[in-house]
């Protein structure tokens, strides 16, 4: 994402106000505006499958699940986000001032992608313990099959739980339970071809068993 021109005592409340009236989506940190760009089919898929799913196993309870085009508002660091999976169970997020930002969220979703990786694994991260209510925070890598979940324990420390290509993802936040198979499904991953060996056929292609 871009960063836009700073404003002068460009405030949170000035930038959700703005950000109401713009077409684009665009993200707030300490008095920066960030327009937001577009995402690769594979991170919107991903991002759908477990929007879907959540809806589906959270329906009946008091938890909802929104995807990108809901507002995650952080006084607690100044900051105004877009994360591409959120679900909030807090009866605060229903009243009609949460209509454009939910502030109470259980768990946060992100798809990495190779551009911000780093930032959602290091500062976004920090920004988003800020948030009292958050539970469970679940990175999702779209060019393989793996996702990492952190779950914050009753001592208040963050604890990893790496799932690989043939786990499931359990978010006890919400009390669900995520396959793999789930999660990718209609995602192609890009092929790599092999490097040929001596004991390869000349004629064989790459990659090919």
């Known amino acids: 994402m871009g960063a836009l021109q700073p404003q002068l005592e460009f405030s949170l409340d000035d930038f959700m106000r703005w950000e ?12 920066e505006v960030f327009a937001m760009t ?6 919107n898929t991903i991002a759908l499958n477990i929007a879907s799913a959540l809806r589906s196993t959270l329906r009946g309870s008091p938890c909802r699940a929104f995807i990108a085009d809901m507002k995650l508002r952080l006084d607690a660091a100044n900051a105004a986000f877009y994360p591409d999976v959120m679900v909030t169970c807090d009866a605060r997020d229903k009243t009609p001032e949460a209509d454009l930002a939910k502030r ?17 694994r290091g ?3 920090e920004y988003y313990r800020n948030l009292d209510s958050l539970k469970e925070y679940l990175l999702v ?3 393989r099959r793996h996702a990492d979940l952190f779950r914050k324990g009753g001592d208040g420390l963050w604890v990893l739980y790496a799932s690989g290509a043939l786990d499931d993802v359990v978010l006890e936040s919400v009390g669900a339970r995520l396959s793999m198979d789930l999660l990718y499904e209609d995602v192609t991953f890009p092929v790599v071809a092999s490097t040929s060996t001596p004991e390869s056929s000349p004629t064989e292609p ?3 068993q």
């Open 104 to 120: 109470h969220p259980a768990l946060i979703v992100e798809v990495l992608s190779e551009s911000t990786a780093a930032y959602d």
């Open 20 to 31: 109401a009236e713009q077409s684009d989506r665009h993200e707030y940190i300490n008095g």
């Open 141 to 143: 890598e779209q060019d």
């Open 123 to 125: 500062r976004k991260f």
């Open 38 to 43: 577009g995402a690769r089919d594979p991170h």
């Open 206 to 208: 790459p990659g090919e």
